[in-house]
């Protein structure tokens, strides 16, 4: 049987810290603010803004949240994010992802000002990443890493097959998993043969949002698996990426849905609004 990485106990212990860094701020007359945007009324991303919110008010943050009608134009956000990248209390814009049809992302992303994207989707902060020098870090991968790092993983050598290539997820956790030292494999619906990549695997990561396909028979005897994959089948049931009960049996470490990855994205976004929040106090950005 495999160990379970507790999300949700480390992003309590990582709150905890944050907690006390936002109070330290606060000593200095900085108010960590982190704006965030809902075009629209999906129901899953009304979910995920509001737990974003009270997360800020838990941790003594400053956070405005902006509802906008599933009919907002392009110009109408582009106009909203020139706002709040010139509001000096404001520190991070979180713009929710998926966005309505008539709107381009990438435009969206492209606007929010490098200093002030927590969410590290910006051009400039991915090739930062890219290069090894890394601003903001997008913060589901940024969850993986620490959680890596929380389970004592050392990812030097170590065969790393990230499934799935979003730029959200795969591609930039694939980039850190490479910045650590691992050979890293990048996997996708065109790979021939995933079963074999994934059996060659010392660390599977599983960003693909199809629920199970990563079958437990896959995992090799004592193999890391970090499940990124939250799955809604019905009302209720939540599943990921990964046949849990399965791999579980093969695995040394793996990660449960709920409560794995899930957490650890809000908290990286308190993280990386703390720390633009610190670098707009120091000037330095
Ligand atoms: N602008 C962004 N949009 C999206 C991002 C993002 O990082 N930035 N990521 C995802 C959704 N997401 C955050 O926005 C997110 C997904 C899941 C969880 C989470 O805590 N999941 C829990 C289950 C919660 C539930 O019941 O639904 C878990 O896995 O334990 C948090 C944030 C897409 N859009
Ligand atoms: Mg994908």
Request: aromatic share 2%; proline share 6%.
């Amino acid at each position: 049987m495999s160990t379970i990485i507790d999300g949700k106990a480390i992003a309590a212990k990582l709150r905890a810290e944050i907690a006390t860094e936002v109070k330290i701020l606060k000593e200095k007359g900085i108010i960590p603010g982190l704006a965030t945007v809902l075009v629209g009324e999906d129901p899953a991303s009304e979910v995920y803004v509001r737990m974003k919110g009270n997360a800020c008010q838990e941790l003594g943050m400053h956070s405005v949240k902006h509802t906008l009608p599933a009919t907002t134009t392009e110009a109408e956000l582009l106009a909203l994010v020139a706002r709040l990248n010139s509001d000096p209390t404001i520190h991070g814009i979180l713009v929710q992802l998926p966005l309505p049809k008539q709107i381009n992302s990438d435009t969206i992303l492209e606007a929010i000002s490098p200093v002030k994207d927590v969410d590290g989707f910006h051009p400039y902060n991915v090739g930062r990443l890219m290069v090894g020098k890394p601003t903001f870090q997008p913060c589901t991968p940024y969850g993986v890493m620490v959680m890596l790092r929380e389970a004592g993983v050392d990812l030097a050598g170590k065969e790393v097959v990230v499934v799935g290539r979003s730029n959200i997820v795969g591609k930039p956790v694939a980039l850190m998993c490479l910045q650590q030292h691992a050979t890293v494999t990048i996997c996708h619906s065109k790979t021939r043969d995933l079963p074999a990549k994934v059996k060659g695997a010392d660390v599977v990561i599983a960003a693909v949002g199809v629920p199970e396909m990563i079958k437990g028979e896959w995992i090799k005897e004592g193999a890391v698996v970090i499940d990124v994959g939250v799955n809604r089948i019905g009302e209720k049931k939540l599943v990921g990426d990964v046949e849990f009960a399965a791999a579980s049996q093969r695995a040394s470490a793996i990660t449960p849905v709920p409560g794995g990855v899930g957490p650890m994205t809000i908290t990286m976004l308190l993280y990386n609004t703390l720390e633009a929040a610190k670098k707009a106090g120091t000037g330095d950005r």
